[in-house]
RNA sequence: GGAGACGUCGCAUAGUCUGGUCUAGUGCGCAUCCCUGCUAAGGAUGUGACGGGGCAACCCGUCCGUGGGUUCAAAUCCCACCGUCUCCGCCA
């Protein structure tokens, strides 16, 4: 939810906003319209509220001779209190409706435009050079099969189109991925969380996930709630409608949780392997921090999720995300992408967002300085996600189909180097 | 799933039966000050959130788990829901 104060203060900076975000600038005049009215309504009804309690606690007081004529008067203003706190109450939900479909503002610098226009601001590490070596990459579901790792025939046999197993090293590999972020994440003072994955509406709600791809995401209709995409939604929920002390800086939680996504609209896309699945493992941070210290926390986030794609030796490109392609909460928003030799692609693998006040006012989660309660801002940034497999089964594979384990999960799977094919699993 | 108890401004509690004097009292904690001169005790004052108006001291409204209802008037009466605890049943 944006700042109401500051966009009637403003109006100019929400307009460019929209326009950047590729939205309609009117939208904010629409808001300015409503809130005016809102505030109108509300003023006519305290005035009128204030006089029926001064006339209603007189009637204790009355005279029997006063108190008929009383009654009267008061019985006469009691119906005028109803029908201004209605218009009131009609004013404020057509203000919450317009403010509810609002995206947050973008920061400045954000790159204007969708999805293509972003800016890569570097690259780290360079691509293997297969033709030099002498051998034609095989794709991560073909190595994932000889390694006995993945197995998606199940996988649809199960649950249907996207659902995998992941069996033997495969399933090593990602605890030791998900472990090795866990330690990163406790290295850099988070908190490890392990979440809930179902939420109430109004957590989803909160964190924005409910608008624009809404339809990304799985309810349970019989018990009215969602299975989470992300625990960062379980994570901004906890201290939601709280008032938080962060004059010790900010308060960061790693989330370790199942994640599920519909995966609407993308039929036909990433269709094979893991690459695009309906349920995957995700180690998350996020930040609760003073505003002013968000873009630095943002910097801090991305800055962790390098260091654990240099634990996997990935090579990899740090994206700015244009003000179009960002979700409903992001102010802004970097993406970590890595190299896929079979595709001749970056594929995503990391995400942070900066959310700014946006969460934090739609769920209530403040913090108390000299001068009262405030929104706080929250950030969130991904660690390591099963997705990472892909990436890393591709980069470090060898000739014969085996995978060398990057050095920074060897510890995590007592000290292995290499990942041998090994004989499938079998009926 | 069944039965019961409970939910009050940081914490603990009063108030609910008998609606208006609750403009929610008290204790603890906390903050400032006073006294005292020494890691004590005492005293005074203050002590929330949200919204609106001046936008500074102030004023108004809302908030007693949540949402409805009755009434001129609801912490108080009625209904529904949520949560916590206890007991029973069932499942692991």
Same mark, same amino acid.
């Given at each position: 939810m944006i700042d109401l104060k500051s966009l009637r203060e403003d109006p100019d900076v929400a307009r460019a906003s929209q326009r950047a975000r590729g939205e309609s600038p009117g939208l904010v005049d629409r808001v300015l319209d409503a809130d005016a009215r809102r505030r109108a309504l509300l003023t006519e009804f305290e005035r009128l509220r204030a006089e029926q309690k001064e006339v209603s606690r007189s009637v204790g007081k009355a005279s029997p001779e006063e108190r008929s004529a009383i009654l009267g008067r008061a019985k006469e203003l009691s119906d005028h209190v109803k029908a201004a706190e209605a218009d009131a109450d009609r004013a404020r939900d057509d203000l919450d409706r317009l403010v509810a479909g609002f995206p947050n503002i973008v920061l400045d610098g954000v790159p204007a435009g969708g999805e293509d226009d972003y800016v890569v601001l570097r690259t780290e590490g360079s691509p293997r050079d297969f033709a030099a070596e002498g051998f034609t990459p095989r794709d991560h579901l073909e190595i994932g099969e000889l390694l006995g790792a993945i197995d998606t025939e199940r996988g649809a046999k199960v649950s249907g189109a996207r659902f995998y197993y992941l069996t033997g090293i495969g399933a090593r590999l990602e605890l030791a991925l998900l472990n090795a972020a866990i330690d990163k994440a406790l290295a850099a003072g988070f908190t490890p969380m392990i979440t809930p994955t179902l939420v109430k509406p109004e957590i989803m709600a909160g964190t924005g996930f409910l608008g624009a791809h809404a339809d990304e995401i799985y309810r349970l209709e019989a018990d009215d709630l969602y299975l989470v995409g992300t625990s960062e939604v379980a994570l901004a929920g906890y201290h939601s409608r709280e008032i938080l002390d962060l004059s010790a800086g900010p308060k960061r939680y790693a989330g370790w949780s199942a994640c599920y996504r /519909?995966?609407? *609209?993308?039929? *036909?896309?990433?269709?094979? *392997?893991?690459? /695009?699945?309906?349920q995957f493992h995700k180690v998350e941070m996020f930040s609760y921090a003073p505003i002013e210290e968000a873009e630095a926390e943002h910097a801090r986030l991305l800055a962790w999720e390098e260091e654990m794609l240099a634990a996997a030796g990935l090579p990899y490109r740090v994206i700015d995300t244009a003000a179009g392609d960002l979700g409903t909460s992001a102010a802004r928003k970097f993406d970590c992408e890595a190299w896929l030799p079979t595709q001749g692609r970056y594929l995503e693998l990391t995400s942070t967002s900066n959310c700014t006040t946006y969460q934090a006012r739609r769920l209530g989660i403040r913090e108390r300085t000299l001068s009262g309660t405030r929104p706080v801002a929250t950030l969130n940034g991904t660690l390591a996600t099963t997705r990472w497999l892909v990436a890393i089964l591709e980069n470090h594979q060898?000739?014969?189909g085996s995978v060398r384990v990057p050095e920074g999960l060897r510890g995590y799977l007592g000290g292995l180097e290499v990942l041998e094919p090994a004989a499938p699993v079998t009926a």
């Open positions: /519909r995966e609407a *609209g993308s039929y *036909g896309k990433d269709t094979r *392997g893991i690459i /695009r699945v309906h060898l000739p014969d």
